[in-house]
Every structure is written in C-alpha cells, then in structure tokens.
T-cell receptor, first 111, second 113 residues
Framework: QKEVEQDPGPLSVPEGAIVSLNCTYS??????FMWYRQYSRKGPELLMY????GNKEDGRFTAQVDKSSKYISLFIRDSQPSDSATYLC???????????FGTGTSLTVIP | DTGVSQNPRHKITKRGQNVTFRCDPI?????LYWYRQTLGQGPEFLTY????????KSRLLSDRFSAERPKGSFSTLEIQRTEQGDSAMYLC???????????FGPGTRLTVL
C-alpha cells in the first residue's frame, strides 16, 4: 500500500465551478500537509500548508485536514482556466522527515 | 529571495555517460532535498542535507548516484553510467530547519538515449 493515495483524474470542470481534490494516507504519524500546483514541465509550486487537523483558507483556496479519517482536501472556488494544472498533495511526520507525495490530479478548467 | 535554481534545465545524454546537476537553494535555507519525478507520478524522495551533512538517503539512490553539498550552500547530484530508466525530472527543494514546508526549483529534465 502506498503511503499516499491520490486519484490521478483527469478532472475537467467549467470555469467558475468549485473543485474538490482529495488524498488519503495510511501513516497516522503524518502531521504536516501541503498542496502543490505543477504546470506542465515545471517544478511544483507550494499552494497551501497545514499543520495537524483543521481548515485553512487563502483566497479561492481552502485546505482541509481530517486526521481521524486520514483524509485531506483542497477546494478551489470560482475556478479559472489558469488553475489548469496538476495538483499534488504531500505530507510528512515531522521536522526534517521526508515528504511523501501523491501521484497528482490533473485538472482542466474549461472557459 | 531569488528562489531555488537548478542547472541545467535539460540534459540529453547517451546511456553509459555520467551527468551532474547543480542546485542553488534559497540563500538562508539550511535544508536541501533532491527528488525525482517520472511522468504521471508524484516526486519521490532521493536524499536530503542539513547544511553540509547528508542526513537521509532513499533506497532509490543506488550506488551510481552521489550527492554532495560541500559548503552547505549549493548541491550537486551526479549519476554515473546512466541508464534509460534514469530518465526523469530531478527536482531540488530547500527549506529552513523547523519550518516543514519547502520550495522546489524548476527541475532538471534528464533524457537518456
């Protein structure tokens, strides 16, 4: 079983839609959670960072962590064509430990 | 903050050749990570440094791979006797100790013919 599971999609939505991206994990020691956006042939760009359980909002993006269910989500409101990219979740058990990544979900927002 | 930089951005080599990649982290970051990403997959951890000390290496880092960070600033990743299976994007990331988030560079795309 992989440490982190993420549905690869692809996911296609119309402009303005709310997008929900999800990851599940198996290691209960994970407590640091990140979401990255990666455009084709570019390095991943950090979008959201969350410690432990709860919600975090930044503009159109909301990250949720449910440690009891080992489930994290990223919501994108009012999606734009420029949001079209691959979204990667990543998580770690603690300071200095390696981060484990999902396979990424490919998102296309159609104008 | 000029971000993490990596050179070269692209490298095409023939099987059996040696290649070396360079990563320059964000200047005040004392942690530096190397990851490898193949098409359709998430990044996979290779190794990480705190200052000049290499603290962790993945099983993916075979003896053909060596990474260094001689003065705790830039890092190099060398692959000896390249194989076609080494074709991937090699990503470098850096962070500040105690802050568990990191910034990736643009990556070096390696193609082994």
């Amino acid at each position: 079983q992989k440490e982190v599971e993420q549905d690869p999609g692809p996911l296609s939505v119309p402009e303005g839609a709310i997008v929900s991206l999800n990851c599940t994990y198996s290691n209960s020691a994970f407590q640091y959670f990140m979401w990255y956006r990666q455009y084709s042939r570019k390095g991943p760009e950090l979008l959201m960072y969350t410690y432990s359980s709860g919600n975090k909002e930044d503009g159109r993006f909301t990250a949720q962590v449910d440690k009891s269910s080992k489930y994290i989500s990223l919501f994108i409101r009012d999606s734009q064509p420029s949001d079209s990219a691959t979204y990667l979740c990543a998580m770690s058990a603690g300071t200095g430990n390696q981060f484990y990544f999902g396979t990424g979900t490919s998102l296309t927002v159609i104008p | 903050d000029t971000g993490v930089s990596q050179n070269p951005r692209h490298k095409i080599t023939k099987r059996g050749q040696n290649v070396t990649f360079r990563c320059d982290p964000i200047s005040e970051h004392n942690r530096l990570y190397w990851y490898r990403q193949t098409l359709g997959q998430g990044p996979e951890f290779l190794t990480y440094f705190q200052n000049e000390a290499q603290l962790e290496k993945s099983r993916l880092l075979s003896d053909r791979f060596s990474a260094e960070r001689p003065k705790g600033s830039f890092s190099t990743l060398e692959i000896q006797r390249t194989e076609q299976g080494d074709s991937a994007m090699y990503l470098c990331a850096s962070s500040l100790a105690g802050r568990d988030r990191f910034n990736f560079g643009p990556g070096t795309r390696l193609t082994v013919l």
